[in-house]
Every structure is written in structure tokens, then in C-alpha cells.
């Protein structure tokens, strides 16, 4: 498959098989992931790998931080249509930041704009481990209503850095039509 054509087909995928990825080819999307570019070469991504095995406890610590948020009459959104993919995800990366805290209370204009390469770079490392699943016939969903278990989450997982997103990844078990986009028009100003 070229590149476009992993552009052109890559859906979000929300119904996966319960076939396990093997983790040869988890390797290589996570490698896909790291040869993204990033700003000064910062590298900023982390990676947490959660498999079949744990995936019942890190859905019971998502639902346990909706319950709170939900308690405090937050509305939930997606997120408990999301939990679902994760429970049938067989595998789930968690990516953060490396350079960024959870709770940065004092951080000078510096330190936030860095923040804001970082995260971009970040952006294009989650992109080409979508696109390298993609490649290989792994379907994939990046993720941020992981947000609704934020602390829980980052406790469960050992992490005090910024978590950014996470990313499902599993064998397709459905085959969605293109979500609708913008038109290059609609979006772009030529000079
Ligand atoms: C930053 C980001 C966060 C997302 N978070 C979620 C999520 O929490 N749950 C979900 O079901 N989809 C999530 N998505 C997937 C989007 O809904 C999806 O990409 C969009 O609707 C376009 O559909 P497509 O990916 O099939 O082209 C997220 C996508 C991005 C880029």
C-alpha cells in the first residue's frame, strides 16, 4: 500500500476482532512512531503498551473517573461509547509527554510554547503509527475521551507526565464510509 492509499482508506475503527496483534508487528508501528518528526528532535513521545490481558482493569479505572466526573454533572459526551472500543481493543497505547507534567502550576511563555511544539510532534507520531497500522491491515482509533479519567488514568498507569491521547489498535470488524470532510476550498487560502 503507498502512502495515499493509507491516507484515502485509514477509517477510525470502533469494532475490533478479538484476534491479537503480535507484538513483532506492534514493534513496527510503534517504530512508525517514533520516525515522525519532531521540533529539535525533542522525541517528546512516551509510549505505554496495554495488551489484552490488562484491558478489563484500565476500562474499570476509565469508568471509575466518568463515575466521578458524571457525580460532579459533567456531561459525559462519547466517552462511554469510547470505553466500549477499549474493552474490545486488543491492544491500547497510551502516549504522553515526556517534557510536560500533568500539573504544571508556574510554566513561563517559554516552557509553554515548547509545549505547544512538543504536542504537535507528538501529533505526528500518533498519524504514522495510525498510518502504519493502516499498512498492515490494523484498524485503529485515536482517542481523547480518555480526558473523562484523566488523573485515574495517569495514577493507574505510574505516569505524572502529560498524557496526551491513547490509541486502540486491533483487527477490523467493520468497515465504515468516509467520514464527511471540508473541501481543500473550503479550507485553503491561496496568495
Ligand atoms: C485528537 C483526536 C481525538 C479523538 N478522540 C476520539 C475519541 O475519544 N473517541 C472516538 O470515538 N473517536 C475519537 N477520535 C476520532 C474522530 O472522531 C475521527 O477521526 C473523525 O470523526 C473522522 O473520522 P475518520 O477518522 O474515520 O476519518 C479522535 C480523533 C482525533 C484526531
Keep these: ?14 469494532k475490533f476482532r478479538d484476534t491479537p496483534i503480535p507484538d513483532e508487528v506492534m514493534e513496527k508501528i510503534l ?20 495488551g489484552q490481558d490488562k484491558r478489563a482493569e484500565i476500562v474499570r479505572v476509565m469508568r471509575e473517573g466518568m463515575a466521578h466526573l458524571k457525580a460532579q454533572g459533567v456531561n459525559l459526551g462519547s466517552a462511554e461509547w469510547t470505553a466500549k472500543v477499549l474493552e474490545q481493543a486488543p491492544v491500547t497505547v497510551f502516549v504522553f509527554n515526556e ?24 501529533g505526528a507520531a500518533i498519524q ?26 495517569c495514577a493507574w498507569l505510574g505516569q505524572t507526565h502529560q498524557m496526551i491521547a491513547a490509541v ?12 464527511p470532510r471540508k473541501t481543500v476550498t473550503e479550507v485553503t487560502q491561496w496568495l
Design 1 to 14: 500500500m503507498n502512502t495515499l492509499e493509507a491516507i484515502e482508506q485509514r477509517r477510525s475503527i470502533r
Design 168 to 179: 486502540s489498535f486491533g483487527y477490523p470488524d467493520e468497515q465504515p464510509n468516509a467520514r
Design 128 to 153: 504514522n503509527m495510525l498510518l502504519a497500522a493502516q499498512d498492515m491491515g490494523i484498524g485503529s482509533l485515536w482517542i481523547c475521551d480518555v480526558f473523562y479519567a484523566y488523573e485515574e488514568l
Design 99 to 122: 517534557y510536560a507534567e500533568y500539573a504544571q502550576a508556574h510554566r513561563d511563555i517559554g516552557d509553554a510554547l515548547m509545549d505547544t511544539v512538543d504536542v504537535q510532534s507528538i
Design 31 to 50: 517504530r512508525a512512531g517514533t520516525l515522525a518528526p519532531s521540533g529539535k528532535n525533542r522525541q517528546p513521545w512516551r509510549f505505554i503498551v496495554v
